[in-house]
């Protein structure tokens, strides 16, 4: 098991870089040359590139399909910035991290334990109770394609592609021969080559394959073309510009899935993530991502959705566990607009691939309820055809309602289609 409040190496979520994400007007982004141009003037640097992958950091980067660029601003200049009327807002970049929560097994070894003990003999007296349902891994398959009914499905996810934007992929992992998998890195100075395990682990679980060499079954879109897009770091971090570059290149490439199991525990919606959000669903890409494991309910704390799920128009993903309780980690709404959480996945104690030699792993957290929403996603968008909206709409009112407070689950349990 992984225990995610060890000391990692890297820099904490929510760490400033010192350079300022832009949301430009409309008018704006008519043409490329325009923006380029109005970017140029703006922050007063006569090279504006289109990647963070080929830009010095001393360069303003343009994502012109979601409408924001990212610069380094003195204080003169950024006063200029926010004074602008082309500029709809300014907010400083920051650092994400991938988020994973702690397995059941960590939470059991709370020294404080006692009440998240009570809750969970009463989940487990609930959950053994007459008609009630309490779901395992067996060997064939996963206790969360079981309880979504991803293991029943006759969508593959053909035709559809999902974008993770993680820590990478082992792309020479056994499970992932002969995929159509595109991958790039928008980490500087680093292959797309997953040494952490939590980008190969998210990937496995939204698009892993069918029949794995070894062990059960753990992948949902066992057919679907593949973007991996390295966004976080070895030791999981990644700056807002090197995510922004992802989601564009993800639109760019097709995806009609973006799943990002990534975040920063920030109460107020980040303008930049909206606006891509905003312009991925208007592209047809549904963006998903982990609503945060800033939550310890077992002390009365139920945290908040964090950047960037709490975006209104990215949907953000709860934990369930196995018996489809709300995970102690997984955060619940908040006031703020965007800040509900939309719905819920399995995230506790979750079968999925790693890096080799180990080959598979055990983890949990909001992380790893996120791509079982994105692999089920891609079975709905082969089976309907929908994209972006349409999509959204169809897997909340999909979902498998629970009896648990819409603040923690959104909808409901994410659920594929059926036979």
Not at 65 to 92: C, I, K
Not at 114 to 142: I, K, M, S, Y
Not at 190 to 215: F, K, M, Y
Request: with cysteine; charged share 20%.
């Amino acid at each position: 098991m992984v225990d995610p409040h060890a000391a990692v190496p890297g820099r904490a979520a929510g760490t400033l870089t010192g350079r300022y994400l832009l949301v430009l007007s409309d008018d704006l982004l008519t043409d490329h040359d325009t923006t380029r141009s109005a970017v140029a003037e703006l922050t007063g640097l006569s090279e504006v590139t289109s990647s963070r992958d080929a830009a010095p950091v001393a360069h303003p980067t343009l994502f012109a399909r979601l409408g924001v660029a990212v610069a380094e601003l003195d204080p003169a200049r950024l006063r200029t910035v926010r004074a602008d009327s082309r500029v709809l807002s300014v907010e400083p970049e920051r650092v994400l991290r991938a988020l994973s929560g702690p397995s059941a097994d960590y939470l059991r070894g709370f020294a404080d334990a006692a009440g998240f003990l009570a809750e969970r003999a009463a989940a487990t007296e609930a959950a053994d109770a007459p008609g009630a349902t309490r779901f395992a891994d067996n060997d064939q398959v996963t206790w969360g394609l079981q309880a979504t009914g991803a293991d029943v499905a006759v969508e593959t996810g053909a035709g559809i592609t999902v974008a993770v934007l993680d820590t990478g992929l082992d792309l020479g992992h056994p499970d992932f021969a002969g995929r159509q998998i595109e991958s790039r890195s928008f980490v500087d100075g680093q292959e797309v080559a997953d040494v952490q395990g939590h980008g190969t682990h998210c990937t496995g679980t939204s698009c892993g394959p069918l029949a794995p060499g070894s062990g059960r079954r753990y992948g949902i879109a066992h057919e679907a073309r593949i973007l991996v897009g390295k966004v976080l770091g070895d030791d999981g971090s990644g700056t807002d510009a090197g995510i922004l570059d992802g989601i564009e290149w993800a639109i760019s490439s097709g995806a009609h899935i973006v799943s990002m199991s990534l975040g920063a525990d920030l109460n107020e919606v980040s303008p930049a993530y909206e606006n891509a959000g905003r312009r991925a669903l208007d592209a047809g890409t549904l963006i998903v991502a982990a609503a945060g494991n800033n939550a310890e309910r077992s002390t009365g704390n139920v945290g908040f959705v964090g950047v960037p799920a709490n975006s209104p128009s990215i949907m953000a993903v709860g934990a369930v566990d196995a018996a489809l309780a709300i995970a102690d980690f997984s955060a619940a709404s908040s006031a703020i607009e965007g800040g509900q959480v939309d719905i819920a996945g399995p995230g506790v104690d979750v079968y999925s691939s790693w890096p080799m030699p180990q080959r598979t792993n055990t983890i949990s957290g909001t992380s790893m309820a996120t791509p079982h929403v994105s692999g089920i996603a891609a079975l709905w968008s082969q089976r309907t055809g929908a994209r972006g909206r349409d999509l959204w709409t169809q897997l909340t009112q999909a979902a498998q309602r629970l009896p648990l407070p819409s603040g923690d689950v959104g909808a409901g349990l994410v659920r594929a289609p059926g036979l």
